[in-house]
């Protein structure tokens, strides 16, 4: 087991933290390093991901679970995959569909591992009809602060702690998922234009189930009668009555990122409000009115921006353009009946100019049992801003208020600046979350930034 002294981030580059890294290729080393931890406490961290500081430990143990990353059985009669928490899902989506199979949900990168997907609670783009990643696990394996390795099922108070826990109920080292069967790897994708927020929300709701992953760009630039116009987007596993000899090689083409995705990967902030208008209307203008059929890879459809090796370059070019490198993710849902609210941010953030890297508009289903997940039935929106825009807590703070009036929450694993009476507003099963971790953990044994924070 390898150990090195490291400064951490998140995947938006804000609030570095330096903890000791711990790199464990067993169960048993990792269970050393939680027994033999600091006062600071330990956490377990895959591919670093999460946008803010849940999946940092400052003066702390981190446990790098990227070792552990064995597929163990894939049982193709009862539709599972058992598997280490550091197997990413990018693997997964390598290896599941040439057998048949996908993974149960797919979120919005490739690039996190099983542990962290269960520690988030992932969704992905169906969630209206799939649910949460905490649906479709049949059973984890967690280390405890004791030492111990727990084998935990849902309906369980431990499992509804752990899944959407961020990892502060302790270490998870496998887990069984439950797949769902498909006749073919590719997505069959129709895409719309919608002329204003209103319009966008009526096409999500009048898409039915037959597609069942839909997703929408919306245009933050946008003001007056346009304000929140977009591009709606869905997709539905292609059966093999629709795929020609050559759609494997066309599709394989088709992973290349798009332009307009690609451009969509620059930093706002690098290109200033207006530039960053014109990139948006020029993106909104090219897209397709109406078009159905096309075939695109699941990476190409799930994880476009994973494939830009540009964006790292770009990112680092912005902080020496900026003098501050870092992005904010501000993602946050609102219920069903709450469209107003909803259209209320869109336009504050449209008045205020800020220039989003990101801005992606989902529908969520039914609520997970994780007492800290974050889909509720309602709208979902995900904004990506530079970290350097002037006045951008006080903005948040603002718009926090708004989300929280409206009975909604803001995602904790993709936070970063959210207050702790916030979070304990939004989120009431908090103090649940907390004796349990008390009764459990009472001396503190797993710890992240986040959790200090927030005051988890």
Known sequence: MSVDTVSLTGWGRTAPTTAVRFRPRTYEEAAAVVRGRGPRGALARGLGRAPGDAAQNAGGSVLDMTGLDRIRALDEAAGTVRCDAGVSLERLLRVLPPRGWFPPVVPGTGRITVGG???????????????????HVVALELLTADGEVRTVAPGTALFD????????????????????????GLISVSTERARDLDDLLARFASGGDRMPYASAWVDLSARGRAAGRGVLTRGEHAPLSVLPAHA?????????????????????G??????????DEVRYRSAPRARSGELRTPAAFFHP????????????????????????????????GQEEALGRVVRRI???????????????????????SFPAPGWALTVELPAALPGLGRFLDGLDAEVAAAGGRV???????????????MYPRLPEFRELRA????????????ARRLGL
């Open 117 to 135: 997907a269960i520690g988030s609670d992932v969704h992905g783009l169906d969630h209206p009809a799939a649910g949460s990643l905490a649906r």
């Open 161 to 184: 702690a752990t899944a959407g826990g961020l990892g502060l109920t302790g270490v998870i080292l496998s887990a069984t998922l439950r797949l769902k069967r498909v006749a073919t």
């Open 248 to 268: 494997q090689r066309t599709a394989a083409r088709r992973q290349r990122e798009p332009w307009s995705s690609v451009l969509s990967a620059l930093p706002g």
């Open 270 to 279: 690098l290109l200033g409000p207006a530039a960053a208008a014109l990139v």
């Open 305 to 336: 921006l994973d494939a830009t090796p540009a964006t790292d370059r770009l990112h680092r070019l912005y902080a020496l353009s900026t003098g501050r490198s870092g992005l904010v993710r501000y993602r946050f849902t609102v219920g069903y």
């Open 350 to 372: 449209a008045a205020r100019r800020c220039p989003a890297l990101r801005a992606e508009l989902q529908r969520f289903g039914a609520a997970s049992p994780g007492w800290l």
């Open 411 to 425: 995602c904790l694993a993709q936070d970063s600046r959210m207050r702790p009476e916030t979070a304990a507003a």
């Open 439 to 450: 009764e459990l953990d009472p001396t503190g044994a797993f710890r992240s930034d986040l």
